[in-house]
């Protein structure tokens, strides 16, 4: 379904990757569960929604292998972390036709964070993800990450995403700070794989020199791509 009419210089935000594999029929099935709409503005907050909350945030079990970064893969579970849900995300999009790309940075959590906090031994959260989309002759940042669950037991309002302003993250509960962006890498047509194993390593030393793989905690990477 093509719900935009694509000029040819966004041909790149709009094709299938090995990781935005939209095609599959995995993906396919999981496109189904969209409910569609006519209006491109209704229908993108839909995908946005349907996302965000098919799957819980789950930020210990992290996989930055290119076998299992996938969106294919990707649906098959039950909880997934924020790059999980950013990569399946715009795969989605791209499958309506909405050109989209990935972006990432470095934030920082304020609530509910410690347990996280003693496996990274670093208050930043490194490669963050989120999507932009090209809708309505502009592009529009979200955040699919947060999911009902997740926001309840955090205390922070549901990050909802109108189609048209950019909807980040819940800088603020009343008084208090929830979350910041230290830094933006940017967007990129493909998950840039490369430059996130690179960061995380240098981030997160200890995960890679001695990795963890346990109920409670899992770090997986691909040893080809450390330099």
């Known amino acids: 379904m093509n719900v935009q009419d694509q000029e040819g210089k966004w041909e790149e935000?709009?094709?299938e990757t090995p990781s935005m594999n939209y095609s599959?029929?995995?993906?396919?099935?999981?496109?189904?569960?969209?409910?569609?709409?006519?209006?491109s503005i209704q229908q993108a907050v839909s995908i946005y929604q349907t996302v965000?909350?098919?799957?819980?945030?789950d930020p210990y079990h992290l996989d930055l292998r290119p076998d299992f970064l996938k969106a294919s893969?990707?649906?098959?579970?039950?909880?997934?972390?924020?790059?999980?849900?950013a990569v399946l995300a715009c795969?989605?999009?791209r499958a309506f036709g909405f050109p989209a790309r990935l972006g990432f940075g470095i934030v920082k959590n304020h609530i509910g964070v410690e347990k996280l906090v003693t496996y990274l031994k670093r208050e930043e959260i490194v490669f963050h993800g989120y999507v932009e989309v090209w809708i309505e002759g502009k592009w529009s940042k979200c955040t699919p990450a947060f999911d009902?669950?997740?926001c309840k037991l955090s205390g922070v309002p549901l990050l909802e995403w109108n189609g048209r302003e950019d909807s980040?993250?819940?800088?603020y509960v009343e008084d208090t700070q929830f979350m910041e962006y230290l830094h933006f890498y940017g967007e990129f047509g493909d998950v840039p794989f490369e430059l996130m194993?690179?960061?995380m390593q240098h981030y997160y030393p200890d995960l890679f020199d001695d990795p963890i793989d346990t109920r409670a905690f899992s770090f997986h990477f691909e040893s080809g791509l450390i330099s």
Request: aromatic share 16%; glycine share 0%; proline share 4%.
């Open 52 to 57: 965000r909350d098919s799957f819980l945030y």
């Open 91 to 93: 795969a989605c999009f």
């Open 148 to 150: 009902p669950r997740i």
């Open 24 to 39: 599959s029929a995995e993906v396919q099935q999981f496109i189904q569960t969209i409910p569609v709409y006519t209006d």
């Open 73 to 85: 893969v990707i649906v098959s579970k039950k909880r997934a972390w924020c790059v999980e849900k």
């Open 168 to 171: 980040l993250f819940q800088a």
């Open 13 to 15: 935000f709009l094709m």
């Open 197 to 199: 194993h690179r960061e």
